[in-house]
């Protein structure tokens, strides 16, 4: 079992440029929810896909939007990237109603 | 509010001395994790509490339901245990999990 895995580790984009991450999740698991994590903080909630819907959502702009597919995967599509944007992008996948989560290694998204 | 709270931010231990890290939290949970953060990101899942206790070799997880508390401890530490600690919290009728700033653990040998 692979786990929880994330692509790219690592990313380096451009200011006003467009950037998606992918993750794919536990195998059995058919939820998943992306957080983001700045330097020197505690990871901040995104959105949680499950059943292809995006079923709950943090306080983030619009400009943060995912998907998942069939299998399960999910992917986070981030638009015109500011520089704050740069942190550590994180996956967990879980069962849906079950409180276990298991997470990737994360995606490193610096914004220049 | 949903709200969690940990301390000490930083700490620093000497190889084998005992580790407790705290966490507080504001309101009824289902769940509460420990994760266990290393340089580079990765985390990996620790405990999943959601009454009593918990034992995994030298890690010991507590957790007080009605004081809203929650204590991992390190017996025994050792310097691989190097890295940032985080208590993350379910909180009730909501499925995204609420994390703590971390706990950075160093120990020296």
């Known amino acids: 079992d692979a786990g929880v895995t994330q692509s790219p580790t690592h990313l380096i984009k451009t200011r006003g440029q467009q950037v998606t991450l992918r993750c794919s999740p536990k195998?059995?698991?058919?939820?998943v929810s992306w957080y983001q994590q700045a330097l020197g903080q505690g990871p901040q909630f995104i959105f949680q896909y499950y059943e292809e819907e995006e079923r709950q959502r943090g306080n983030f702009p619009d400009r943060f939007s995912g998907h998942q597919f069939p299998n399960y995967s999910s992917e986070l599509n981030v638009n015109a990237l500011l520089l704050g944007d740069s942190a550590l992008y994180l996956c967990?996948?879980?069962?849906?109603?079950?409180?276990?989560?298991?997470f990737g290694q994360g995606t490193r998204l610096t914004v220049v | 509010k949903n709200e969690v709270e940990q301390s000490p931010q930083n700490l620093t231990a000497q190889e084998g001395e005992f580790i407790t890290i705290n966490c507080s939290y504001s309101v009824g949970i289902s769940a509460l994790h420990w994760l266990q953060q290393h340089p580079g990101g990765g985390i990996v899942s620790l405990f999943m509490l959601s009454s009593g206790k918990k034992k995994h070799g030298r890690l010991i997880a507590t957790i007080n339901i009605q004081e809203k508390h929650s204590s991992l401890h390190i017996t025994a530490s050792h310097p691989r245990d190097s890295a940032v600690y985080i208590c993350a919290v379910l909180f009730l009728n909501t499925d995204k999990l609420i994390f703590g700033t971390g706990t950075r653990l160093q120990v020296f040998p």
């Open positions: 967990a996948s879980s069962l849906y109603g079950e409180d276990e989560a298991f």
């Open positions: 195998s059995g698991h058919d939820t």
